[in-house]
C-alpha cells in the first residue's frame, strides 16, 4: 500500500464505498482505552502516522491489528487524549460543553488542532463490503450548472451555511500539516478538474464579500459566504446579501446544525423560505441541499432535531425540479455505527476532521456525478 505524506485532493475525494483501501482515517483514543473500530474491519494496515503525517509508528511496539481493530498496547508512543482533557471535572471557559453522560459532568472541547494533535492517521485494507448509503446522484437536478460546464461557460458556484460550510477544524484552515482543504473547497476543485476549468477563489468566509469579475474564460468562481454559529433564520435574513447578489450557478445550502432546537416544520419552513428566496431573485440557479453531520450526543444542549431534518429536505427536493439532496446526515449516521463520535471531530462537539470533511467532499462529488 503507498501511503501519500501530504494532502492529494484524488485520493482525499476517493469514495470511501469504492475499492478495498481506506487512506488517512482519523482515530482519537481516549487514555482509557486500547482499541479503536474504523469505518471497516482492517485486514492489512499500510501505515498509522500522527495527524500532521510526520512522525510513523511501528507495528508491534506502537500499535497491533487485532480482529480489524487497532490496538495500543502498552508503551505505545501514539498519542491519546487524557481523560481530565476529554472529561474535565471543572468548568473552564471556552474549553468544555456540559455532558450528558452519567458521572461527567463536562465534555472537552476545543477548536484549532486542540482536537488534532491527538489522533493518529491510518491506511489500511479492507474485504468487508459498504453497507451504508451510497449518495444518490443529483445530476438531473443540477443540469443547468453541469451543462454550463459541459459547455465551457464561465459559471459560479456558492456555497451558504455555518461554521461547518466555512472548514472549521480542517487542517488546512487551521493551518497544520497535511494542511487538507475544507470540503467546500476540495468538491469545488475537483469539479474544475473534470471539467477543465481553472478554479478562482472569490469569495471566502469571513472575508469581504467582493464582487465577482468574469473574465470569459473557462472559470468556475468559487464563492463561500458561511459564517460560523448562524442557523436558518440568519441564513433567509441574509440570503439577498449573501447568496442571491451573486447569482450562483449552483448554490450548496447547508444550515441546520445550530437549528437543532427547532422542530423539523420550523426548520423546513424556514429552508423553503430561503429556496423560494433564491429562486425568484436568481431563477437560472441550481440548488443542493447539504444535510448535517450530527452533533455529538455527550455535548448537554447541542443534540437536538438534526437528525430529523433531512427527510424533510429529501422530500422537499423531490417534489422541485432544480433542488436536489446531498445526504450527508445519512452518513454519518452509518459510520456512527462502528466509529465512536469522538474518532472523527475537529471540536468534540459539532465540527468534522480532516476524515469526516472528506466524506462531504465525497458526498457533494457522487450529487454531482463526479
Known sequence: MNVSRTYSLGEYIRPLWKGD????????????????????????IGGVYTADLATEFEEGRDFLLRDGALVRPEGSRMPFIPLDRFYPAEHRDGADFGCTEAGHPF????EGDAMIRYMVDVTYRHTAPWDGPIPPPQTDK????????????????????????TGANSSGVVGVPP??????VMSSRALAEKYGYDLSI???????????????????????????????????????????????????????????WRTREEYMALTEQIVRAVQNGSPETDILLLSSILPHWRAAGFFGHQIEYEDGLSAFAEREAHVGIAPMTSMHRHLLKRKEYYHATGNNVNHPSDFMARIYAMTLCAALGI
Open 21 to 44: 483501501t481506506v487512506a488517512h482515517e482519523s482515530v482519537l483514543f481516549r487514555e482509557d482505552e486500547r482499541e479503536a473500530k474504523l469505518a471497516f474491519p482492517m485486514d492489512e
Open 107 to 110: 465534555l472537552g472541547f476545543g
Open 142 to 165: 443540477c443540469a443547468r450548472f453541469l451543462s454550463k460546464l459541459e459547455g465551457g461557460g464561465e459559471a459560479t458556484i456558492l456555497f451558504y451555511g455555518d461554521s461547518i460550510t
Open 179 to 184: 494542511h487538507a482543504e475544507p470540503f467546500p
Open 202 to 260: 472569490d469569495v471566502v468566509p469571513y472575508g469581504p464579500l467582493n464582487e465577482v469579475t468574469t473574465t470569459g474564460g473557462r472559470v468556475l468562481h468559487y464563492v463561500n459566504t458561511a459564517v460560523g454559529g448562524m442557523e436558518s433564520k440568519w441564513g433567509l435574513e441574509n440570503v439577498e446579501e449573501r447568496a442571491i447578489r451573486y447569482r450562483p450557478d449552483l448554490m450548496i445550502l447547508a444550515f441546520g446544525m445550530n437549528d437543532g
